[in-house]
């Protein structure tokens, strides 16, 4: 490998590195106390140093090692951690980000030698130099110390010496020290079982302890320091990496902590969660659980949530970087390979008696199926890191716009194809800036509506078949119909006669070049970011939706589908025409004979109950004389059950997704469409478009 694929490979690994820069930052400034970030900020910075001096990079090698210098003073405790620091560590990064581009050779460049002046007159910290030489000379040290971490476990050690354990010549304290001196260890004293001085018996022991300890001992190696007390002593040690593979959520609530370990029942807790004070606030208040328990609860909640993300950097720690157009290779040729095994099934019905040959047809269907879902698999990414990535920029827009903003997510678990992951980015920046601009009001607006000084923005996915749904809600101003209408006219987009619905009105923002705002700033006021948003979703056939009620809040939907590849289908036929309904939103078959009546959106009964149907060839206005028996799919749209009636169900199929073309673009029900095996097109219906359709064509 030369040295130019060296540094491209470096550069990979560095826009990840100053991708986590970020985001720990961010969390960071919402948890300046806690550690572990302060130890992870200092690592990603240490790594980039390192592996920028390994390739040759001096002038990213020299700027990060002055920053680094300074996060080395936060993590040992003698800076702390505010918004000016949080501010100028994301400026660090930007300019590392910068230099990736143009990385320079010699001396640092005059501007980036005045910013890192800057940045060390406004920490405050004097000494910078002789710490960076502390931090090159302890480099080798701390990297044998993250070969060592990956052995480390965390265990929960709960210490109840006998009520005699003096009296036996035992001393608790030196145990608790010989424990302290197996690793990291926090020790929580537990004193609820000492009465009040009268009633106290010297030489009773009445305090038990619970530990943490995070260290490469065994659990034979800790019950060996307990072993001349473990027969009048309560002793657990349990390895919380363990519990967590035993199904335990790492997002789980001190609530659920403290009815685990028996101090707390769950009436008591839903009806505590109905106030507006803190959890813990509450429980001591009303001497339902005591201040150590509840101090041991959060020490657990705050332990498992660190060995849980030890585990995810371990798991990253295993996995390779593989260039994206590779993969989209692999899965252009999984899809070419889907179609021949069609064309195979299709050739294989005119062949009779031969077993054989029919076996094996059976068996590479089965390989192809099993291909075909680990390639999906690998392209599935998770939505949570293109959520994060907005966390910088609501934070750095409210300050220049003078607003406060809070970015809530949900869902971030919730996994997309890659492709259609890199297209959103596009949208949802533009959708999130208009939110901060035109959305969220400045806070003495806000607090004159009786509304909190900050705003919210909540970003949310969800998967529904094989759809994946993305909101972008906030709480401000929504979207003034007669302004927007008003502005429509003015540019000719519609007549003043004209009767448009809510719906329409809304959708009028996504023309080109449209905004009501008079003035353009930075920010905004051209009207190109909604335009891109409609035209991504064109690109990946999605589609947009917008609620909105004036002055309280907008709600922007974007329903994509899960994936631009390979799906699983039902193929049905309609007279001469093949269609595939996407197996996802599949939830049963019935036969439907034909009886006399004339209302083509009849009902029928389905389990019990009423089932409306759509026939398809009024839908598609296809003509042809109806088959005596027909077939209706049923299908499940948002907790809602429609039926789609056709000729005939053919069977499963594996269905290889193709666009369509531009000509077919704005056909309705159809969303793309797919090679058969014997060459013919079908088209993939859009279920959710057709019963829209179906329910305002009835009213």
């Known amino acids: 490998m030369g040295n130019e694929n060296f540094i491209a490979t470096f550069k990979e690994e560095a826009l990840e590195l100053l991708g986590t820069l970020e985001t720990v930052l961010l969390d960071l400034e919402e948890n300046p106390t806690d550690k572990e ?61 910068g230099m990736l581009e143009n990385p320079g050779t010699g001396a640092l460049d005059p501007e980036l030698e005045i910013f890192l002046a800057s940045f060390r007159e406004q920490t405050g910290f004097q000494g910078i130099a002789n710490l960076a030489q502390q931090n090159v000379k302890t480099a080798t040290g701390s990297e044998k110390k993250g070969h060592e971490d990956i052995s480390r476990k965390t265990w929960r ?111 008591d807790l839903e009806r505590i969660l109905k106030s507006q004070k803190r959890l813990g606030e509450i429980l001591v208040e009303e001497k339902i659980v005591s201040t150590t328990e509840l101090k041991v609860a959060l020490e657990e909640q705050r332990q498992f949530q660190k060995v849980q993300k030890n585990k995810v950097s371990s798991m990253d720690m295993s996995t390779i970087r593989v260039k994206s157009d590779k993969l989209d290779k692999l899965m252009s040729l999984v899809g070419e390979l889907v179609t021949v095994h069609a064309q195979i099934l299709q050739t294989s019905t005119f062949i009779d008696g031969n077993d054989k040959l029919l076996s094996i047809i059976e068996q590479f269907g089965r390989l192809t199926d099993e291909l075909r879902n680990n390639t999906m698999s690998i392209r599935m990414v998770p939505i949570g890191s293109t959520f994060n990535s907005f966390k910088r920029l609501v934070r750095d827009l409210s300050a220049e716009l003078g607003k406060t903003v809070e970015l809530e997510t949900e869902g971030e678990e919730t996994e997309l194809d890659k492709t259609i992951i890199e297209k959103l980015n596009d949208p949802l920046i533009h959708i999130v800036r208009n939110s901060l601009d035109h959305g969220i009001e400045l806070p003495q607006t806000r607090a004159e509506r009786g509304k909190p000084e900050a705003g919210t923005i909540r970003l949310s996915a969800s998967q529904t078949g094989a759809s994946v749904y993305i909101t972008i809600e906030d709480d401000g101003n929504g979207l003034n119909k007669d302004a927007i209408l008003k502005k429509a006219i003015v540019k000719g987009l519609v007549s003043p006669d004209d009767v448009l619905s809510e719906a329409e009105i809304f959708h009028i923002i996504f023309a080109p070049g449209f905004s009501t705002k008079e ?128 000729d005939q169900v053919i069977g499963g199929n594996q269905t290889v997704i193709k666009p369509l073309g531009k000509l077919y673009k704005r056909a309705t029900g159809v969303s793309s469409a797919t090679i058969l095996g014997d060459g013919s097109v079908a088209l993939i219906l859009d279920v959710e478009q057709i019963i829209e359709n179906s329910e305002q064509a009835e009213k």
């Open 37 to 97: 970030l302060l130890s992870a900020l200092f690592r990603v910075m240490h790594t980039i140093k390192g592996s920028s001096a390994m390739f040759g990079l001096e002038q990213i090698s020299t700027f990060s090692h002055e920053v680094e210098s300074i996060l080395a003073a936060l993590r040992d405790g003698k800076l702390s951690v505010s918004r000016s620091l949080i501010d100028n560590t994301l400026i660090a990064r930007d300019l590392i980000l």
């Open 519 to 646: 003035n353009i700033t930075a920010v905004s006021g051209r009207g190109v970011g909604m335009d891109v948003v409609n035209r991504q979703m064109e690109l990946i056939n999605g589609s947009v939706t917008i609620q909105s009620k004036e002055r309280e809040y907008t709600k922007i939907t974007l329903k994509i589908p899960l994936t631009l590849a390979i799906i699983d289908g039902l193929l049905v036929r309609i007279e001469l025409a093949y269609f595939v309904i996407p197996l996802a939103v599949v939830t049963g078959c019935l036969e439907f004979i034909r009886s006399k009546q004339k209302n083509e959106n009849a009902i029928v009964l389905f389990h019990d109950k009423q089932l409306p149907f759509i026939n398809m060839r009024s839908f598609f206005g296809i003509s042809g004389e109806r088959p005596q028996i027909e077939q209706i799919i049923v299908v499940a749209i948002k907790s809602m059950q429609v039926g789609i009636l056709v």
């Open 157 to 267: 050690i709960s210490f109840m010496p006998g009520k005699d354990a003096f009296r036996r010549g035992g001393n608790p304290l030196s145990l608790i020290q010989e424990i302290r001196g197996l690793g990291e260890t926090v020790c929580i004293p537990v004193f609820d079982s000492i009465p009040c001085l009268s009633e106290l018996e010297s030489e009773d022991c009445l305090t038990s302890w619970e530990v943490y300890l995070t260290s490469t001992a065994s659990e034979n190696e800790i019950r060996d320091i307990f072993v001349f007390v473990e027969d009048y002593s309560k002793i657990s040690i349990e390895c919380l990496e363990n519990l967590i593979d035993g199904n335990f959520q790492p997002s789980k609530k001190l609530g659920e902590i403290l009815i685990e370990k028996g101090h707390l029942e769950s009436d």
